[in-house]
């Protein structure tokens, strides 16, 4: 580790707020996901932009890597810091800078979690409403391109960003968009930073689009007695256009898994969709009516609905708890979350593909997607044996081969990072990397914001 380094920034930034300690180093050497640990120099903890121009200006001129941590919830390595680089910790920069009520946006520092925010907003009528399901902060959500349960009705990330800023890997500070719905000037800055995994700068703020907390909200379960009716069942409810909330899909060893661990009442270990109703009374009736004609066609087995807000609660925790419901299925094991995206017309078949691959693999592999959008994910078990990640890692995968042979994507939302270089030159159009290699090496030509993640072949 460059020790001129560490002395300038506890020199301009305080002792407090630089650490090498074993401890906190290691705690910052991995995200959530299962790529190889790497420690961190050091650790320095930013309260605001200026201190991220700071820090991103010092490990330009010593030519030190860094890597950008929020919540460390990452499943893709993007959070593993360069191996004795600067891991540089936002989650102390959580203000609410500003609230707008009548033009439904807020300004946040990019630590802030989605839940922080709503219980800051619960006064105001509004919410934000993009839910990856964890603990994630908003500026890890934005560098990754982050969706969740609620982008059918609301979009992703992508679409609730008005403007960020962020800090260049030479110091500078960049503020992009506005306020403003929509603009017609210049190169669109904001969307280039959205989703590029801290690789061409490190987003400090965001200026958010917020949404007014629906008047009704209903919740409905129904199930299937197999997988490619409750799929065929979510398709027609996307091409009947009715604006559904939210659009789950469990299959039966999910169902299983969750029906123990949240202690579900009433429903069996079978195909399952979880949906949600949003809107004015009269709208949401009417949703309802649409879908439960739709469920009766495809042979659903009953339509369940309730506008209880704890008995919703607890349906969508349920769904929220899958994970942690597939670690207790089968304990010792760990878990790998796969992720995957094809055009809705193609989810059906993938996921019956998918389906026939887990049981030619001979692992547990439950799967819950947000099939409002075509996403979904494998949650693969991953046994306690000396060649169990590597089993695991071979149905990952195939998995994501099979949805680009689809015209899908290797990831929807979970991001590149580490894991998934490998399929960008099959994904991408090679003159498209070319671009994307152009923009990195002119906006980080020392190559020190988070080296070799997301492109293919790109190294520091």
């Not at 500070?173 to 017609?184: H, L, P």
């Not at 008995?311 to 089968?330: K, V």
């Not at 017309?345 to 998918?354: D, F, H, Q, R, T």
């Not at 580490?418 to 090679?430: I, N, S």
Request: contains cysteine; charged residues 20%; hydrophobic residues 40%.
């Amino acid at each position: 580790m460059d020790i001129d380094l560490i002395a300038a920034l506890r020199a301009r930034l305080g002792e407090e707020q630089v650490s090498t300690t074993d401890a906190v180093r290691e705690q910052h050497s991995h995200g959530e996901g299962h790529h190889a640990p790497s420690m961190p120099g050091a650790v320095v903890f930013a309260r605001s932009t200026d201190d991220v121009a700071q820090t991103l200006a010092l490990c330009n001129a010593h030519r030190v890597p860094l890597a950008a941590f929020g919540a460390g919830t990452s499943l893709e390595g993007h959070v593993n810091p360069p191996e004795g680089g600067i891991s540089l910790d936002l989650s102390r920069m959580t203000d609410v800078l500003s609230v707008n009520p009548k033009d439904m946006d807020c300004r946040v520092q990019a630590g802030i979690t989605r839940q922080l925010l709503n219980h800051t907003l619960r006064d105001t009528g509004l919410f934000f409403p993009v839910d990856p399901g964890g603990e994630a902060t908003i500026g890890g959500m934005c560098a990754t391109r982050a969706s969740g349960t609620a982008a059918v009705r609301y979009g992703t990330i992508r679409e609730n960003v008005l403007g960020l800023t962020a800090v260049l890997a030479d110091g500078r500070v960049m503020r992009t968009g506005g306020r403003v719905r929509k603009s017609a000037t210049g190169y669109d800055l904001t969307h280039l930073l959205i989703g590029s995994e801290g690789t061409l700068g490190v987003i400090t703020e965001v200026q958010l689009r917020l949404h007014p907390i629906p008047e009704s909200i209903a919740a409905a379960v129904v199930q299937f007695e197999t997988l490619s009716e409750a799929v065929a069942t979510a398709i027609d409810i996307l091409q009947f256009g009715v604006p559904i909330g939210r659009l789950e899909l469990l299959d039966d060893v999910q169902m299983d898994a969750s029906i123990r661990y949240s202690l579900l009442s009433g429903l069996r270990a079978l195909p399952t969709l979880f949906l949600e109703f949003v809107g004015g009374p009269e709208s949401v009736r009417e949703q309802i009516g649409v879908v439960e004609g739709i469920v009766e066609d495809r042979g659903g087995l009953g339509f369940d609905w309730q506008t209880d807000p704890n008995q919703r609660a607890a349906l969508w925790r349920a769904r929220h708890h899958a994970y942690w419901a597939c670690l207790a299925y089968r304990p010792g094991y760990s878990a790998m979350t796969t992720d995957a995206i094809v055009p809705i017309s193609a989810l059906g078949e993938l996921i019956v593909g998918v389906k026939a691959d887990i049981a030619e693999s001979g692992l547990t592999a439950p799967i819950v997607g947000h099939v409002g959008d075509g996403n979904f994910h494998t949650i693969i078990l991953v046994p306690p044996t000396p060649d169990g990640l590597e089993r695991a890692w071979a149905l990952d995968r195939k998995i994501v081969r099979r949805a680009l042979a689809l015209g899908g994507s290797c990831s929807g939302e979970h991001g590149v990072g580490l894991g998934k270089r490998e399929f960008l030159t099959d994904e991408h159009d090679p003159v498209a990397l070319d671009v994307m290699r152009v923009l990195k090496r002119t906006l980080d030509p020392n190559g020190i914001l988070n080296p070799g993640k997301m492109l293919p072949g790109e190294s520091r």
